[in-house]
Each structure stands twice: as C-alpha cells, then as structure tokens.
C-alpha cells in the first residue's frame, strides 16, 4: 500500500525557513515524480513544486520561485521542500503527492494527475 507521510511543519517568523519532508512508502518511488501542493483556509489547493523522478528537473509556482527548493533523496524514499524566506501568504496546509511515471509538464502543475497524497503538514508564517 502506497503511503506519504509529510513531516516538518510549524510555525515561523516571517523571513525565516523550513524544511518540509515526505516519507514514501509501498512504491519504488524513485521512477515516479514528485509533487508539492498547498491549500490555504478557503482556498483551493495550488501547485507548489515538482521534482521529476531522476530529480534533474524541477518546477516551481511563480510564488515561490527563488526561495523553495525541491530535493529528492531516492535511498531513503523522501523528497524534501526547503522554504526559505518565508511569508505570511505562505501559510497554508502543504502536501506531498506522486503522479504516474509518464506524467509531464505541465500536466504535472494539475492536482487531478496525482494519484497518491500525504495527509499535509501545517505551515503558519507570523508576521
């Protein structure tokens, strides 16, 4: 059975960082890519990050590009989100996902193409 665990979450200072987590578990993750979304309250949930399965190729929503980074570390089936800079409006639920092996972008951007989902880890960024 296919399980993400997202762990890393908290609460932080404006400016300041974190690093998400998500454990995989029940699939050989290292040939499927990777996605990161956030749902803030009554909001939607948005696209975030993806990390391609050789973790060569990463995407980033234009929100947080230049200050999340998306890793991966295939021996220890996790991939990672480091935040930096953070801001209030990145205060929000983050998840962890795993699409299929064929998918690409920016199909990979559409929550709808994943098929596996972390239970989220909770971000709040004090002003």
């Known amino acids: 059975q296919v399980q993400l665990i997202e762990s890393g979450g908290g609460l932080v200072q404006a400016g300041g960082s974190l690093r998400l987590s998500c454990a995989a578990s029940g699939r050989t993750f290292s040939t499927y890519p990777m996605g990161w979304f956030r749902q803030a309250p009554g909001k939607q949930r948005e696209f975030v990050a993806i990390?391609?399965?050789?973790?060569?190729?990463?995407y980033y929503a234009d929100s947080v590009k230049g200050r999340f980074t998306a890793s991966r570390d295939d021996a220890k089936n996790t991939v990672y989100l480091q935040m930096n800079s953070l801001k209030p409006e990145d205060t929000a639920i983050y998840y962890c996902a795993t699409a299929g092996q064929r998918t690409g972008w920016p199909r990979l951007a559409s929550k709808s193409e994943y098929d596996y989902w972390g239970q989220g880890t909770q971000v709040t960024v004090s002003s």
């Open positions: 990390i391609s399965w050789s973790g060569g190729i990463t």
